[in-house]
């Protein structure tokens, strides 16, 4: 199994130099040459199996000789070990026909966990059988940075950074990357907004000198690995109501497209999707591209739901490398234009996305009253990224193919918006209810390359 780049210059590794590389150097992100095809019958066979063994059966072709049979199913048994309910990503039932496919039972309760406790057990396997080390620098809207944090906290061969927009987290995700006590992790509260992060750290691996001096590594959702691991999780949902027999539609909170491009592979894979609901906050491009409006960043606002506040969405290249035909030239292209400030997709381009993606925005309000009403009609306290998802799969809903929304983060990730919405306040559960007591360790850092670049030197050097 060859990995390829979306912009077609980078050279084709295999999966494991994928992974541990990130971003191509020719700036676009590694996707399989062919997605492996799961027939009828081995989607029919996964219904009742333990999610571990729906994980493996499902990624297991992507892998190719990157890692043995065994070594792959013990990775994927400590992954999933810590999380806090033995169904891993249990189906809720909201209405008739609705369902939320709750992935916040993690760690730090968001469904980063689901790829980054993934991605943390194959690097440490990966590099004690190179004898080698990396360093891992990532940028967060919130729920990425704690989640890898606490996935590769400890590991030897291992240095952590996480940039994160400083002021513009919630105070949850905030005292979870700052309160970890491995000596190998750190947060670092950046003077920007999460795009600003998102941008410094393209330029980190563009700097080649930096990139092969500390060994960078990447874990951001660019990173292949992680949008596999979230491919089966759409798997496990849609074989509960009745894939392959059945086809069911999915609306997915979305910032960086990481996690809906995840069920986009499912689709191809062959699992019966109808609809891949894309939905928005109030910054809304995706939701502007995916009507036809082109793709024109603008300001990013803060907003409730702050892990989908985003202009920059760097997976939405995956999207248009198959859109466009694998034609890593024209990918490129747009790349460029985007630099300037957007570009229009291509009439043949815009069909076949609309083949497989639809999309809605919810604003504040509507997420408030969402998250209110929610509650009223079923007792389900949404967080407000869950919340915009619900909103949205409502206006998509069609009355004979199951929806299923996913949930993103659990409610108590999110205190100050859930309660103001339902006067509720949201308790963490028991493993992290000293949180607050906890203390914190940062560094607020400008939001410059080479003062980053310098910092993170340094720190590895001591
Ligand atoms: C990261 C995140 C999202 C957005 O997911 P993408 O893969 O970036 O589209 C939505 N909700 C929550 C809670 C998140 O942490």
Same mark, same amino acid.
């Given at each position: 199994m060859k990995y390829i780049s979306t912009r077609?210059? @980078?050279?084709?590794?295999?999966?494991?130099? @994928? /992974?541990?590389?990130? !971003? @191509?150097?020719d700036g676009g992100l590694y996707v399989p040459a062919e997605i492996p095809l799961m027939s009828a019958d081995d989607i029919a066979a996964l219904s009742g199996l333990p999610y571990e063994e729906v994980a493996y059966r499902v990624m297991r072709p992507f892998l190719g000789d990157s890692f043995t049979d065994q070594e792959f199913r013990d990775i994927i048994a400590r992954a999933y070990a810590g999380f806090g309910h033995v169904a891993r990503a249990p189906l809720k039932q909201l209405e008739p026909n609705h369902f939320l496919l709750e992935l916040f039972h993690g760690p730090t309760l968001a469904f980063k966990d689901f790829a980054m406790q993934l991605i943390g057990q194959l690097f440490e396997v990966a590099l004690k059988r190179r004898g080698d080390s990396v360093t891992i620098v990532g940028a967060t809207s919130g729920d990425t940075g704690s &989640? +890898? /944090? #606490?996935?590769?906290?400890? !590991?030897? &061969?291992?240095? =952590?950074?996480?940039?994160?927009?400083?002021?513009?987290?919630?105070? =949850?995700?905030?005292?979870?990357?700052?309160?970890?006590?491995?000596?190998?992790?750190? &947060? !670092? +509260?950046?003077?920007?907004?999460?795009?600003?992060?998102? @941008?410094?750290?393209?330029? /980190?691996?563009?700097?080649?000198?930096?990139?092969?001096? =500390? $060994?960078?590594?990447?874990?951001?959702?660019?990173?292949f690995a992680r949008v596999l691991a979230q491919v089966v999780y759409y798997f496990t949902a849609a074989a509960s109501l009745g894939a392959p027999y059945r086809k069911v539609s999915f609306t997915v909170p979305t910032g960086n497209f990481g996690d809906i491009f995840a069920g986009f592979i499912a $689709?191809? /894979?062959? !699992?019966?999707?109808?609809q891949l609901v894309v939905a928005t906050n109030q910054n809304d491009i995706l939701h502007r591209c995916l009507s036809? $409006?082109?793709?024109y960043t603008g300001e990013t606002i803060p907003s409730i739901s702050p892990s989908m506040d985003i202009q920059v969405s760097s997976n939405f290249e995956r999207a248009l490398f198959y859109a466009y035909?694998?034609?890593? $030239? +024209? =990918? &490129?292209?747009?790349?460029? #234009?985007?630099?300037?400030?957007?570009f229009d997709v291509s009439q043949g381009a815009m069909q076949l996305l609309a083949d497989t993606f639809v999309s809605g925005r919810a604003s504040e309000e509507e997420t408030l009253a969402t998250i209110k009403a929610e509650y009223a009609a079923s007792g389900e306290l949404l967080c407000p990224h869950g919340a915009v998802g619900v909103k949205v799969a409502q206006e998509h809903r069609k009355a004979d193919v199951p929806m299923i929304t996913l949930a993103t983060a659990h409610p108590a990730k999110f205190p100050a918006a859930v309660e103001k919405a339902s006067d509720v306040h949201p308790p963490l559960p028991t493993r992290m209810s000293d949180l607050y007591e906890r203390s914190e360790r940062l560094t607020r850092i400008a939001n410059d390359l080479g003062v980053l670049e310098d910092h993170i030197r340094k720190t590895i050097a001591q």
């Open positions: 077609g210059q @980078a050279p084709e590794l295999t999966f494991e130099e @994928a /992974m541990l590389t990130g !971003l @191509a150097r &989640a +890898a /944090m #606490e996935a590769f906290a400890g !590991l030897e &061969a291992v240095n =952590v950074f996480i940039m994160y927009p400083h002021g513009r987290v919630s105070e =949850v995700q905030r005292r979870q990357m700052t309160t970890p006590t491995a000596a190998n992790v750190h &947060a !670092l +509260a950046v003077d920007g907004d999460f795009d600003d992060c998102q @941008a410094r750290l393209k330029d /980190m691996f563009n700097d080649f000198d930096f990139r092969d001096g =500390v $060994k960078l590594a990447g874990v951001n959702s660019i990173n $689709k191809q /894979m062959g !699992l019966p999707i109808d036809g $409006k082109g793709y035909g694998q034609d890593g $030239k +024209a =990918v &490129a292209q747009l790349m460029d #234009e985007l630099k300037e400030g957007g």
